[in-house]
């Protein structure tokens, strides 16, 4: 009995210890909440200056947790810990105070019209595993502190106006696996010490101008699986090491570089190899080459026995504090695992980069959103038990094909049956088993999105899209030893509609007019059936419509392909398309302040896709525009057709163009006034 009561009176000493620190911590909490409320609305005061967009973010509430203010995530003790604003149309400056939200472990700003500069305050959220900055109007320089967010796993900051060098600093980024740079104004060398990086697959650096040569040491990451340096102004040798990358690595457009067993490298010359100078810097070199300093040689300074005991005594010192501390957080976690974590506010309906479901799911976990799939090791998206009841297994059992498949109608991916290849896929002619003839497109797992079950969801939905004018899907496979998702479609004889524009000097085959108003009609249909929500199959908008994207069979019917492929990719895939889309002409202009594809969108898409037909030219120039608004038929009808072509229908076909490449999307019509438009002309043998 005596031992009993000596241990009640020690349980009661402890419980009477710790309910002070209880009343501290809730009144630490309630201080906490006011703090953000009033971090909040500095925030909101900066991001959105004109209070247009964050209306629901209000100095009345008395907690910003509890699903008022919009884009706001918390955890259990009531801190913020994501926000997520993308694609609000916010037009204003990333704040100093936004650095003051210390439990910050996501920051979604990306598709906004902010400008000013990223501010070097941002860097004290030491916990913040995901920044996405990119697609803004963002200027001035990285900030050299970033490289003290040791958490950082995924840095977006591309599609901006950022300028100067990369820091040295971003190479003591552990953690970093995706650094996103593209498409901005950066100048300098590359760093070598983002060879430091071991966790590092993604690296783009692509359209600045960087100069100088390829860091050997950045060559020899371990976990590099993409490379994109194109369109800089990079010399000297191209590290042998980055073979191993295959199609990962992008050099194109960088016209001094050289190497050997580059099949579109020149061979170095001695005058190429001293291109190699000034190396990129390392940290505190005194812009001495890195080559001069051996990159083993981090000197450290002896530890005296004195301070090893120091050490000791430290280390035995902490681990009694944190007994102590645990046993005291026993009671005060009792008091508060019962706070739910808050989420504010509603997404937008339309495709977004993330979901709510994902901001809860990323605030629920350190791990970065894009690395649980896309650059792992375990892939495996079709393995034994995936799927489950979301998905009829019946019916991608019907759609499954195994690699032995792949890989003997390919004869083993043969050079020969090679039909192109751009940054993330190539394609391949095969003949299955049955004889038929099939395109195969293959898609590297870096390329895939990161989510398994978001990748199924894709695959389902590409096996639900049945139509007369879309490339149909005949199968797929997914390879885990190979690291590859393979597509299998029915192969189109005629290839892509870029073929049969800009035809010279008898090099190419003239459509006649009839076969353009069945293609245009054709591809009207298409996408008619995509944005419909008919037969159970969800609205689905294309984001990639274009002339090389319209296969035209051995009918000359046109067939839309890659509908819905969107689904399957990462999110910086598809950017990465950005440029070429509107270097075509074909990204409507509100996407560079929206960041949204739209219905609308793809109408614009299809508009210059007529005027293309019509014009029979790539590249539609204004001109073709002013003829078509005035109809002088020698500036927006092709001279190949040598007059054979029906006025009225042409002044038709000119009317929904216009309509369709308005700048302003709210004067597009939809597709189904397209669609009476086009049908209340009765076209000539169509």
Not at 156 to 173: A, D, K, R
Not at 429 to 438: A, H, I, N, Y
Not at 441 to 470: A, P, R, V, Y
């Amino acid at each position: 009995m005596g031992f009993l009561s000596v241990l009640s009176s020690i349980f009661l000493f402890i419980l009477i210890l710790t309910l002070p620190q209880q009343r501290v911590s809730s009144e630490t909490i309630n201080d906490s909440t006011k703090t953000s409320l009033s971090l909040l609305m500095t925030i909101k005061a900066s991001l959105d200056p004109k209070s247009l967009i964050l209306s629901s973010w209000s100095p009345t509430s008395t907690d910003p947790c509890n699903d008022s203010f919009e884009g706001i995530a918390c955890n259990e003790l009531g801190q913020v810990v994501n926000i997520s604003l993308q694609g609000k149309d916010l037009t204003g400056k990333i704040p100093p105070e936004i650095g003051q939200l210390q439990s910050l472990s996501g920051l979604y700003l990306h598709f906004n019209k902010l400008h000013g500069v990223v501010p070097k305050e941002i860097a004290n959220l030491t916990q913040l595993s995901d920044l996405y900055l990119n697609v803004n109007n963002l200027s001035g320089v990285i900030p050299p502190e970033v490289g003290n967010m040791s958490s950082l796993q995924v840095l977006q900051l591309c599609y901006n106006q950022l300028t100067g060098s990369i820091p040295n600093q971003l190479g003591v980024l552990k953690k970093l696996s995706v650094l996103a740079l593209q498409v901005n104004q950066l100048t300098g060398a590359i760093p070598a010490s983002l060879g430091d990086l071991e966790m590092l697959t993604r690296l783009d650096l692509s359209f600045n101008n960087l100069f100088g040569s390829i860091p050997v040491k950045l060559a020899d990451a371990p976990k590099l699986e993409v490379l994109d340096i194109r369109n800089n102004t990079l010399s000297g040798n191209v590290p042998q090491a980055l073979k191993r990358l295959n199609e990962g690595f992008q050099y194109a457009n960088n016209p001094d570089l050289c190497g050997i067993e580059f099949s579109s490298l020149k061979l170095c010359t001695v005058s190429s190899l001293n291109q190699n100078r000034p190396q990129p810097f390392e940290p505190g070199s005194n812009r001495l080459p890195t080559k001069d300093i051996p990159e083993s040689a981090n000197v450290q300074t002896k530890q005296t026995s004195q301070s090893r005991k120091s050490q000791t005594a430290v280390v035995v010192g902490v681990i009694a504090l944190f007994v102590a501390v645990a046993v005291t957080g026993l009671f005060t976690f009792s008091l508060y695992r019962r706070r739910k974590q808050k989420i504010g506010g509603t997404l937008d309906t339309s495709d977004r980069r993330l979901s709510t479901d994902e901001v809860k799911e990323i605030s629920r976990r350190s791990a970065s959103p894009l690395i649980s799939l896309e650059y792992s090791n375990g892939w495996d998206p079709l393995g034994k038990g995936r799927g489950g009841s979301a998905f009829s297994q019946e019916v991608f059992e019907s759609f499954m094909f195994n690699l032995d498949e792949v890989e003997s109608a390919t004869q083993y991916f043969s050079e020969a049956n090679l039909l192109g290849k751009s940054n993330f896929t190539a394609v391949y002619k095969g003949t299955l088993r049955d004889g038929s003839v099939v395109a195969i497109k293959c898609i590297s797992k870096t390329s895939c999105k990161s989510d398994e079950t978001e990748f199924l969801k894709g695959l389902k939905l590409l096996t639900s899209l049945n139509h007369e004018n879309l490339l149909r899907l005949r199968g797929f496979c997914c390879s885990k030893g190979r690291g590859e998702c393979f597509l299998i479609y029915d192969f189109v004889p005629n290839g892509n509609l870029l073929q049969y524009l800009d035809v010279k000097d008898g090099k190419g085959k003239v459509l006649d007019w009839s076969t353009r108003l069945r293609i245009i009609k054709g591809i009207a249909r298409g996408i008619h059936y995509l944005h419909g929500n008919k037969g159970g199959k969800p609205a689905l908008v294309h984001r990639n419509i274009s002339a090389e994207k319209v296969l035209v069979d051995q009918h000359y019917n046109p067939l839309l392909s890659d509908s819905g492929l969107h689904k399957l990719l990462a999110d910086d895939i598809v950017f990465s398309t950005l440029k070429e889309s509107a270097a075509m002409g074909y990204l409507a202009p509100e996407y560079t302040t929206t960041g949204r594809f739209t219905e609308k969108s793809d109408l614009y898409a299809f508009g210059m896709i007529i005027f293309q037909v019509l014009s029979g030219r790539c590249k539609i120039t204004p001109s073709n525009h002013q003829g078509a608004e005035l109809c002088r038929f020698e500036d927006f009808i092709d001279p190949n057709l040598w007059g054979n072509f029906v006025e009225a229908e042409a002044v038709q076909m000119a009317k929904v163009a216009l309509l369709c490449t308005h700048e302003s999307p709210n004067q597009r019509p939809d597709i189904e006034i397209v669609m009476q438009e086009l049908n209340d002309v009765t076209f000539s043998k169509s």
